[in-house]
């Protein structure tokens, strides 16, 4: 079984807008993918002018979340550095049956690279004790309104990109099971470089289509 890949156009963001921009794209992706029964809910962007579309799985929110807030943390701890996050589908096949043992492996069938730069705000490092004059203060919100603004088209563009692919690309999808698929959201760890991580994941994706084998 082939995997098929799809790197979405990198988006450069501050801490503060991860978790919308995370919800927003991982959301759009199960909802084009996800061939079961489900009851969508229309949810509007925190920061952004922006409307996406969920499952309504509570399940599936909570781990969206949790994965979210893992890289939230390592964000933290490698400021204005570049990284992915890989959303993988597989199937899940027996391997060799045997009397005394029974392995799984999988198969994966499509990844999604989130691809995402996260800088920080300007004047961070100033001091918490200046006080910045009311036009100085008026000019930075200016900034970051008009920054938002650009980059809501940026994820409207990624959120397109999405739309298309899944359109497009439907021949090498398992056939249809009465659930969410087999899917798995990789975020780098507090302890992983970015080095580290990245290599992993390309080391996944060069090796597309083979099977993986579950402990």
Known sequence: MNCETCHLNELELEPLEIKDVLRCILHTIFFHRTLTLVRPKDVDCDLFEITYVQCGLAELEKEVDEKINQFIAWAEKHPNRKSQV?????????????????????????????????????????????????????????????????????????????????????????????????????????????????????RRALSSGHSYSLN
Do not use: M
């Open 86 to 202: 890989c959303l993988s589908f597989f199937d899940e096949k027996n391997k060799h049956p045997g009397w005394f043992s029974s392995k799984t492996e999988r198969v994966y069938w499509e990844q999604w690279f989130i691809n995402l730069h996260v800088t920080s705000p300007k004047g961070q490092g100033k001091s918490r004790g200046s006080k910045a004059p009311a036009n100085t203060k008026g000019q930075a919100l200016e900034e970051t309104s008009s920054r938002r603004d650009a980059l809501s088209l940026l994820i409207q563009e990624v959120l397109f990109q999405i739309i298309n692919y899944a359109n497009e690309k439907k021949d090498h999808i398992p056939p249809i099971s009465d659930r969410i698929f087999n899917h798995e959201i990789l975020v780098p760890s507090s302890s992983d470089s970015v080095f580290g991580w990245n290599a992993d994941v390309l």
